[in-house]
């Protein structure tokens, strides 16, 4: 077995490796650039090499620095992870002739199953069902017009070297073919180098259901059950489970020989997952094989009792798989959820900034959770917006779920925008708890996702609002108080006492955007009395920094809250509630009149510039294409105006909040 092992990624993948590494004696190396420079991945390792700037490709994508650091300090191996060089040919060809173990598969794997056109055509001869579409060679636009016609609409355009839901769209008529299959090439050469693409036939209401499959170079062949990955939000995953709910057991056992066919035909070494797209009826599809560890499977470790990362170290060390297929076991349930720093009313924008609070539940047996960020930690945008990744486990699917709403309600996040809310809506939803889901149903029903996702404030939360706005008072007076030379001075009273008794404090509060709520209180000490329709009588016990219970009509209740400047989120009963603390004496800037200017939304590069100066503007049209994280934004004009100046040019890199276009005043 390798003595050290050098993890040539970042953020919770990387963690997730330290801690197998750990748990088997290895010393971990970590990589880290300048952004990373104090990341937790960093803190958790042996040792620690800086590697590069911000920009992934100058770090994290130097596989020459990279393979010349891991023999510099005599690791002898290199684990990729997933993302950045772990599906790069060359990385895995150059490791090994470097003397350098690659913990992954044979480069000639990564290469067969890295372009889709030609992985479809090998599928066909192991007897993989495949989905009927175009995977050749000619690229001209008029010719691949024309095979869409013979696949028919609606259809997909993919990109050849694509993944994690990049270089993809969906075409439902000729009309639109070749507008798309230039978004998706663009896309594919700015995110892969490469702007092929094959065409598909589009399967209605299709179900995502991935097997992870390993080999060893003993010749054994193996899979550890599926998991389904429907619940997408721009062809990228929300929550995974497994098993899937969806496959009957006939479907299941000839999934998982096709999954096995498929990685016994390129003789397989370590983890990979055999993507599947299924039908209505059953039908399955192979689209794809990930020639890596994937970013869903601590699901897989739940419901098997298996860690991955330690079988691809046995693997890579030579030694056979640790299991033989009637060997390995499902038992229970379990979801993932991932939660990202974005925005799910702004088209999912992700969200860069600061984490200033950051609680996540305990870890336990039956809840895991995956994160490369600690409180304080920036979300740049260099990376990846994905926070945490949420892991529960339960008996059967049902216990399982009510476990991740539980959970849900206790990871608390302030300081960049951020999706729980909207997992919280997910999981509580009549059509996620009776399966009715597919690949398509968050974009079908986003509108209703997101308004559901707004839930009336409970009076409960809102006292517990209160009370915590006057117990931070108390505490700042307090402080105050102790360094004054008069502690005992009555200007240090926050209870608003009077002669003839306790004067009623005024609170006021935003949720949701909607109208200030006022609430009416008197404080007396731990005491307090809120003055609504009928006074209600609160009690206050403080538990820690976080957590206080209050006594409501005679119940104790438990309340966890945070809070950053006039940010506050209140969790009670399995769920988040974020208020605002108003200012009553601050103007209003509601009424402002339209903006006079694009500005760019977070740091980025801009692909596309599609006006100029003087040029007549519709509302809804696409003014420019902004690259941030991963992820295409298009932004567009919000009303009919004309173009007064535009400042930066396609390929320029841009900061957040720099005007990148301005229109002429309207009247």
Not at 274 to 293: A, P
Not at 325 to 333: A, D, L, M, N, V
Request: charged letters at 25%; hydrophobic letters at 40%.
């Amino acid at each position: 077995m390798f003595k050290k092992v050098l993890i040539a990624n970042r953020g919770e993948i990387a963690c997730r490796v330290i801690s197998t590494l750990q748990k088997m004696g290895i010393i971990s190396v970590a990589v880290y650039s300048d952004a990373d420079r104090h990341a937790r991945h960093v803190k958790l390792a042996d040792e620690a090499y800086h590697i590069g700037g911000s920009r992934p490709d100058e770090s994290y994508l130097r596989g020459d620095e990279l393979i010349a650091l891991a023999k510099r300090i005599g690791a002898e191996a290199i684990h990729p992870a997933y993302g950045f060089l772990s599906e790069n040919s060359d990385f895995a060809r150059a490791c090994p002739a470097a003397g350098i173990t690659f913990i992954g598969p044979t480069a000639d794997s990564i290469k067969q199953m890295g372009a889709k056109d030609a992985a479809k055509a090998l599928m066909e001869t192991a007897n993989v069902p495949v989905v009927p579409g175009y995977h050749g060679d000619n690229q001209d636009a008029n010719f691949l017009k024309a095979e869409a016609e013979k696949v028919g609409y609606p259809l997909l355009i993919k990109a050849v070297s694509g993944g994690g839901g990049k270089g993809m769209r969906v075409v439902t008529s000729a009309d639109e073919f070749l507008d798309l299959l230039d978004a998706v090439m663009r896309e594919a050469q700015n995110a892969f180098g490469d702007d092929r693409v094959l065409l598909e036939r589009y399967i209605s209401k299709p179900r995502h259901i991935e097997f992870q499959v390993f080999g060893d170079t003993h010749g054994h062949y193996v899979h550890l059950h599926e998991r389904e990955c429907s619940l997408q939000r721009r062809h990228q995953k929300i929550i995974e489970e497994s098993p899937s709910p969806f496959l009957d057991d006939e479907t299941r056992e000839a999934m998982g020989i096709a999954a096995v066919n498929a990685a016994q035909a390129i003789q397989y070494e370590g983890a990979g997952t055999i993507e599947f797209i299924v039908g209505e009826d059953r039908s399955f599809y192979f689209m794809e094989m990930n020639t890596r560890l994937q970013v869903e499977h601590p699901v897989t470790e739940m419901v098997t009792g298996q860690d991955l990362v330690e079988w691809q170290l046995r693997v890579a060390a030579g030694e056979a798989l640790p299991l033989a297929q009637e060997q390995i076991t499902s038992q229970g349930h379990a979801f993932e959820a991932r939660l990202y720093a974005e925005n799910p009313n702004n088209l999912f924008l992700p969200s860069t900034g600061k984490l200033h609070r950051l609680v996540f539940p305990k870890a336990s047996e039956t809840c895991r959770v995956e994160t490369g960020v600690e409180q304080g930690d920036t979300i740049s945008v260099f990376y990846d917006p994905m926070i945490a990744k949420l892991v529960v486990w339960g008996e059967d699917r049902e216990l399982a779920r009510r476990r991740l709403i539980s959970s849900l309600g206790e990871c608390g996040i302030l300081g960049v925008e951020n999706n729980i809310a909207f997992l919280e809506t997910l999981a509580n939803h009549p059509d996620f708890i009776g399966n009715h889901i597919d690949t398509q149903y968050i974009d079908a029903k986003l509108e209703t996702l997101l308004s559901d996702s707004v839930v009336e404030l409970p009076q409960n939360v809102l006292m517990a609002a209160s009370v915590r706005l006057l117990m931070d008072e108390q505490k700042s007076v307090a402080n105050m108080a102790a360094a004054s030379t008069e502690p005992n001075s009555p200007w240090f009273d926050t209870t608003g006492w009077r002669p003839n008794g306790q004067s009623e404090r005024n609170l006021f509060f935003n949720y949701q955007d909607g109208d200030d709520i006022e609430v009416v209180v008197t404080e007396h000490d731990k005491h307090f009395v809120f003055h609504q329709d009928n006074d209600v009588e609160v009690l206050l016990e403080e538990v820690d920094d976080n957590v206080i219970r209050l006594q409501l009509n005679g119940a104790w209740e438990r309340f966890t809250l945070l809070r950053v400047a006039n940010e506050l989120l209140v969790s009670w009963q399995n769920r988040w509630y974020s208020l605002n603390v108003v200012n009553p004496f601050e103007p209003d800037l509601s009424n402002l009149s339209a903006a006079t200017s694009i500005i760019a939304p977070m740091p980025g590069k801009l692909l596309k510039v599609l006006v100029s100066d003087g040029e007549a503007v519709v509302a809804g049209q696409p003014l420019a294409i902004l690259e941030a994280m991963k992820m295409e934004h298009t932004l567009t004009a919000s009303f009919d105006t004309t173009i007064d100046k535009v400042f930066y040019a396609e390929t320029d890199f841009v900061e957040a909040d720099a005007t990148l276009i301005t229109f002429i005043e309207q009247d």
